[in-house]
């Protein structure tokens, strides 16, 4: 499906969402007063309001932050089931936190009530999608607008393109034929796909056009086929018919493809990371003002760490590195020093201890203070970070800033890592440090890279924070 009607169908279901916990909270209240229960249950009508406002929010905003809405035509009900119940979950977190950290009420908000309604929610959100699985493509077959489209091309390339809009039939989409591209050798009459399609002469484009409905016309040649195709583009443009033409001839594997203006020129762009800049400054503000508030909160550690430092061990408190950064930008890496002073001219003398490939791993390096150990198993040492992050060498979360003789081993594939601003955290470390090797870390960047969104950022910090306290993330 085209994302422009991903979009839609998105902001529908959440419409619906909105309606159903409408619905689930409105019957919880009224099934809960009438239940004969020992203590009256009423609640104001501003904390009604209030109580509704946020469990809409919540309930919608948890299905936007767990991508549900992208996966409602899902085929199986165990896979809706398991959405909904974490939508509901997650809704229900925020909820309670509302309750106890937000409204601070004099009075406890009826438990059997709050039961009520998660459950009814999450009855009315599975019972719905489960419902309307087989019940849109019905309704978008009987009584939506069908789209007609028209396939220039004959190749394998027009095949897959073919049969990629056959799976999407019962969603309104309608095939009318191909066309020949100029220079085709002897075209056949008719192209067998799952269905039957006319192949007809491109010369009959414009008559076409005049005689029946087409919506949109789709190109799918080869790049050398472009040039000779720039008058019928130019037809379609005077036409005003939708245009879209497959590129899938570039060799792009992890790149999402955007087309944008650089003044009057149009400049098809292949980005392999994350390239939303709205996303992306809002990432940027959340790092700011995360780290800005872990700086304060976490001072009383800073000082103590760095006491213990200068009292321990002779050399400084702040060990520097050089770090590679964003697209391989050098920056300054600020820690707790918690080897001996000289401990990178002794490398050699333990180089024979290490364990990993291309990174440093020495178990028990006897390198290490008796205050650098603690100060590594709950992560402490890399507290200084947090001005990284301030300063913009990093972010709270993303690939671990790799040296410059590291990143001078990697393989191609793996230099894509850099390609995102280098975090504190990442799924590497939730999996704990010492499980992952070398290419599987490699491999946990880029999942991180080509899955990233928000969501996941906040995800990522909730579960380094326990893998932290635990001493587990080191």
């Not at 087409?214 to 018919?241: K, M, N, R, T, Y």
């Not at 400084?316 to 001996?340: A, D, E, H, W």
Request: proline content about 5%; some cysteine; aromatic content about 10%.
């Amino acid at each position: 499906m085209f994302r422009s009607q991903q979009r839609k169908r998105k902001i529908l279901f959440g419409l619906s969402d909105v309606a159903l916990t409408l619905a689930a909270f409105e019957l919880a209240y009224d099934f809960r007063r009438w239940l004969p229960l020992s203590n009256e249950f009423y609640l104001l009508p501003e904390v009604k309001t209030l109580l509704l406002s946020f469990s809409i929010a919540a309930w919608v905003g948890a299905g936007f932050w767990l991508n549900v809405y992208s996966r409602l035509d899902a085929p199986r009900i165990r896979a809706i089931l398991r959405d909904s119940s974490r939508q509901v979950f997650y809704g229900a977190l925020a909820l309670f936190a509302f309750i106890v950290f937000g409204l601070r009420l004099d009075y406890q908000i009826s438990r059997p009530f709050l039961a009520t309604f998660i459950f009814t929610s999450w009855f009315f959100l599975a019972g719905f999608r489960i419902a309307t699985r087989n019940l849109i493509p019905a309704l978008s077959r009987e009584f939506g607008l069908k789209r007609y489209v028209l396939i220039v091309g004959l190749g394998a390339r027009a095949e897959r393109l073919g049969r990629t809009l056959e799976d999407y039939y019962e969603d309104g989409l309608r095939i009318i034929g191909f066309l020949a591209p100029p220079n085709s050798d002897s075209p056949p009459d008719e192209m067998q796909l799952e269905r039957r399609y006319p192949v007809l002469p491109l010369e009959n484009l414009r008559t076409m056009m005049a005689q029946r409905v087409i919506d949109e016309i789709h190109f799918a040649v080869e790049s050398d086929q472009l040039p000779s195709l720039e008058e019928v583009f130019l037809w379609c443009d005077e036409e005003g018919v939708c245009s879209r033409l497959a590129v899938d001839f570039f060799p792009h594997v992890n790149s999402e493809l955007a087309l944008e203006r650089l003044g009057n020129t149009p400049l098809l762009t292949f980005s392999a990371a994350p390239d939303d800049e709205v996303l992306l400054l809002v990432k940027r503000a959340l790092d700011l003002a995360l780290s800005a508030i872990a700086t304060v909160l976490l001072s009383p550690v800073v000082l103590v760490a760095a006491l213990a430092i200068r009292l321990t061990s002779k050399g400084p408190i702040i060990f520097r590195q050089t770090r590679c950064g964003l697209n391989g930008r050098t920056f300054t890496c600020y820690k707790f020093r918690s080897m001996v002073a000289d401990a990178e001219g002794r490398l050699h003398e333990v180089a024979h201890l290490n364990t990993r490939e291309i990174v440093t791993k020495i178990p028990n390096d006897p390198r290490l203070t008796p205050v650098g150990k603690w100060l590594r198993k709950f992560s402490i040492d890399e507290l200084p970070q947090l001005f990284n992050v301030l300063k913009g060498d990093m972010s709270l979360v993303g690939p671990r800033p790799a040296i410059p003789s590291e990143v001078a081993q990697y393989q191609r594939w793996q230099r894509r890592r850099l390609r995102m601003r280098p975090g504190l955290t990442c799924l590497w470390a939730v999996r704990g440090r010492d499980q992952v090797d070398f290419e599987s870390w490699m491999r946990l960047d880029l999942q991180y890279i080509d899955n990233w969104s928000l969501g996941l950022d906040a995800r990522i910090i909730l579960m380094t924070i326990p893998q932290v306290l635990s001493g587990r993330a080191s």
